[in-house]
């Protein structure tokens, strides 16, 4: 290449050379299936890249719960900016981290519970259920489900928001009877998986009857495949309900394009995409409102602990279930 | 400079303080940290599945080890040379492969359940205990033959012939006493390795049911981030690991010679046709149960290749370096090790096996971390891991060379004034290069394959091979997985080979 040649070719390149290298990076710790191709990440860095001037960044670290203690080995260290795909169990344990920063959004939010925080921002929620195929076993309460021979797969509660949720949930229904129910439930269980998807791909594989999941699992097979073979089973007892928030993280140096990020969340672009890509409600409805097909089974009864007594809670539920399963 | 006579010793003294700084000092940045920490009921669990299972898969391996050696012990047939030295190669398989090919034979659509399905019968699973048994058998029941068929084969030839003559007894005479001695050292060596199992568990354990003590450190860091409580399991597992290596050493047999396994014993009590099919079949037996997994994994890798993602190629060079890096280091430390010899040295090479890996890159990155950042160190860290981890091996595989060189040459040298450095690099580097290529390809092939502390930390674009698998198993590409073994195997073998190769290239000139 002659020198003037190579001089026009770099003035030429210069503008996009200098575009693809000051571009900010917004770095966002989340859960694997959030990334998926079929999940909300792409659409969602596609509508943010296109506003911010800035490159997203999805870092994985297997499910919800393990994100918390990834960011607590990275330390002060941790490249991420935002950690989206907490929830609200697990919300007191990550403030008493210290390792999040306020961020004080003013949006109002369509949650069912009452949620006022400046540091974590809801994203979505959803009621956790036992999904299974149509014409499968259909047990109506945690009780007939000991008695059945029906099989399930759950999730790891110290790894896993599911996980952690179905162990809230039957302490919620049950009180001081949920360690018996966990050991009833012991032959029931086929395998506990480290996090959702592996879950979700064993029920899906034919390894299990059930899977512990969402009310709102039916609906991607209803509307991404055009399938009605899946139900959430209602349950007598009531459901878990969880909320689903992402927060920033203090040590980031990327404070305002995080702030921006959080505020993008409530946005249409984002919450637009949460019912058809994470199949969880939004945590504000969208103007188009929410897909036909989409609510197949409402719960009658919603069964909540605020974070400061899910947290409570947490430990010695935790414990109940592994002591359990371990025997 | 040096006074007096022999190898550098000093090197040796700082390797042996480095592995316990290792080993032992890395566990008080995790004991500082505020944790939950205490051992519960579940932990205890945890302790009891890793016994239970250690106990099963050594009762196993050397349970049904005993008839194949005596078969391969009596037999001599074409290919026997062969089926012998493979023997020694699942000590090299990376666990991860060897774990893929079992599924493709035992897992939920592998051939056993696509034949049990055909009959109608029910599917079995592969998770859980058993599953746990069958892969620790499958590793160790190659080791567990070798040791048993060297003590048949060390019974003197002419024993045989005395007690043929005599109309005598072969079995209370001269078997059984020897399996006496041979089987609880094999037994107990076997045992002390599956202590520390990692990855068997973590694929193919099945919840809080089945998980060991390493895994449950996996879980408390990886998932609690209960620092604290890591580390007092892997207190746990030292004071476990310590009392099984205890008894092994204490029963342990003769070292493994290298050679010997050649030849077979002409025996007069087993002629019969009965014998011959039942030697047969544990042959053919313990060979297809060995192959053909191993075949499924071949095949499979074949077939996945073009299913393989881009991140592999970035994987691949990222796990041959961690692997060269580690080769080098454990060469290093195993050289000084050796040269220093004693106790001191011995039991330096020894505290790896008992070490949580876990909790060593645990404790190294909470060091480091407020210095440097996680995703800065991750790899070298890993390095770092799998050498400590792959010392004890090689060490073993080099301190019988350097003590021959020193007593063979030794004295000359002394008398010639070569000390120190000068006598490292005239006399013994190029006497043991053998051994150093042998010991460097032996830890290069175990670092390859080892999914360890980089299940851990690895950030984006920092998965090595192993990693890489495991991701594409948990997301069932199985196809992908499996091409990913492929690389891996083949990988471990050709540094193995290039290494082993190196150290023997021009060995008599």
């Known amino acids: 290449m002659n020198p003037t040649r190579a001089a026009i070719f770099a003035l030429a390149a210069a503008p996009a050379l200098a575009q693809a290298q000051d571009a900010p990076v917004l770095t966002v710790l989340t859960y694997d299936s959030f990334t998926s191709e079929w999940g909300p990440g792409p659409a969602v860095e596609k509508a943010f890249e296109a506003e911010c001037g800035c490159d997203i960044r999805f870092v994985t670290a297997g499910d919800g719960a393990a994100l918390l203690a990834r960011l607590q080995l990275e330390g002060a260290t941790s490249e991420a900016d935002v950690v989206l795909g907490l929830d609200s169990n697990l919300v007191a344990a990550a403030r008493a981290t210290g390792l999040f920063a306020a961020h004080g959004t003013g949006a109002a939010l369509d949650l069912p519970v009452e949620w006022a925080d400046d540091t974590f921002v809801p994203f979505d929620w959803g009621w956790f259920a036992m999904v299974g195929k149509a014409g499968g076993p259909a047990p109506k309460s945690f009780r007939e489900l000991t008695e059945s021979d029906a099989t399930l797969v759950i999730e790891d509660p110290r790894s896993s928001t599911p996980g952690l949720g179905l162990v809230l949930w039957l302490d919620a229904a049950y009180g001081e009877e949920a360690p018996a129910i966990w050991d009833a439930l012991r032959d029931n269980i086929v395998t506990v998986t480290p996090g959702w998807s592996e879950a979700y791909n064993l029920f899906l594989e034919g390894e299990a009857d059930l899977v512990l999941s969402y009310t709102t699992s039916p609906a991607y097979h209803l509307i991404a495949e055009e399938d009605a073979g899946y139900v959430a089973l209602p349950f007598e007892e009531g459901h878990y309900l969880q909320v689903e928030v992402a927060a920033k993280v203090a040590s980031t140096d990327q404070p305002e394009l995080a702030d921006r990020f959080l505020d993008f969340m409530l946005g249409e672009g984002f919450q637009g995409v949460i019912p058809t890509t994470n199949w969880m409600y939004p945590a504000v409805t969208p103007a188009a409102g929410l897909p036909d097909g989409f609510e197949s089974m409402r719960p009658a009864t919603t069964l909540f602990f605020p974070p400061e007594e899910a947290e409570a809670r947490r430990g010695p539920a935790v414990e109940a279930w592994r002591t359990a399963l371990s025997q | 400079m040096a006074v007096g006579s022999g190898p550098p010793r000093l090197p040796g003294a700082l390797v042996a303080l480095l592995m316990a700084g290792l080993c032992l000092g890395t566990l008080i940045p995790l004991l500082l940290r505020t944790g939950e920490g205490g051992l519960v009921g579940a932990d205890w669990a945890a302790l009891r599945f890793t016994l239970v299972q250690a106990a099963l898969s050594a009762g196993l391996s050397v349970g049904l080890g005993v008839p194949v050696a005596r078969a391969l012990a009596r037999r001599r047939f074409p290919g026997r040379s062969a089926l012998v030295t493979l023997l020694g190669a699942p000590f090299v398989l990376p666990v991860i492969v060897a774990v893929l090919g079992l599924l493709a034979l035992f897992g939920r659509s592998g051939l056993v359940n696509e034949a049990l399905g055909l009959i109608g019968g029910p599917r079995m699973s592969v998770y859980g205990l058993h599953g746990v048994v069958l892969a620790h058998v499958f590793l160790n029941l190659p080791l567990a033959t070798r040791l048993i068929l060297q003590g048949w084969l060390d019974i003197p030839a002419e024993r045989f012939r005395l007690a043929a003559t005599l109309g ?6 001269l078997e059984w006493p020897m399996l006496r001695r041979i089987l609880p050292g094999a037994f107990a060596a076997i045992f002390a390795l599956c202590l520390t199992s990692f990855s068997v568990a973590l694929i193919l354990g099945g919840g809080p049911r089945a998980t060991t003590v390493e895994l449950a450190i996996y879980q408390a860091i990886r998932f609690e981030a209960d620092f604290a409580g890591a580390a007092q399991l892997a207190l746990l597992q030292y004071a476990i690991c310590g009392v099984a290596a205890g008894f092994a050493l204490w029963l342990s047999p003769p070292a493994l010679g290298g050679g010997g396994l050649g030849r077979s014993v002409e025996r007069w009590d087993a002629a019969g046709a009965g014998a011959r099919v039942m030697d047969a079949a544990w042959i053919g037996g313990a060979a297809l149960f060995l192959l053909l997994p191993l075949g499924l994994a071949v095949l499979r890798g074949v077939g996945g290749l073009s299913d393989l993602p881009v991140e592999t190629m970035g994987a691949a060079l990222r796990s041959v370096m961690v692997a060269v890096s580690a080769s080098v280091l454990t060469v290093g430390a195993a050289l000084a ?3 220093r010899a004693g106790t001191l040295a011995q039991l330096a090479g020894a505290l790896p096996l008992a070490a949580s890996s876990l909790v060593l890159g645990t404790g190294l990155l909470l060091v480091l971390r407020s210095v440097v950042g996680l995703s800065a160190v991750a790899l070298p860290v890993t390095a770092l891991v799998d050498a400590v981890a792959s010392l004890p091996f090689a060490l073993r595989a080099l301190a019988p060379a350097v003590a021959e060189i020193e007593a063979r040459h030794g004295r000359l040298a002394d008398s010639l004034g070569l000390v120190g450095a000068r006598r490292l690099r005239v006399v013994i580097l190029p006497l043991a290069r ?48 499996a091409a990913t073994g492929l690389l891996i195997l083949a990988l471990a073998l050709l540094l193995f080979w290039i290494f082993d190769r190196g150290g023997r290239i021009d060995a008599s000139s």
């Open chain 2, 168 to 173: 005598a007894p072969i079995w209370p005479l």
């Open chain 2, 337 to 339: 090790l050796a040269l």
């Open chain 2, 434 to 481: 053998p051994a150093l290529g042998f010991a460097g390809g032996l830890a290069a092939a175990l670092s390859m394959g080892n999914l360890g502390v980089i299940a851990l930390f690895a950030g984006p674009g920092q998965e090595t091979l192993p990693l890489l698998m495991a991701q594409l198993m948990g997301a069932y590409r199985m196809e992908a997985a």
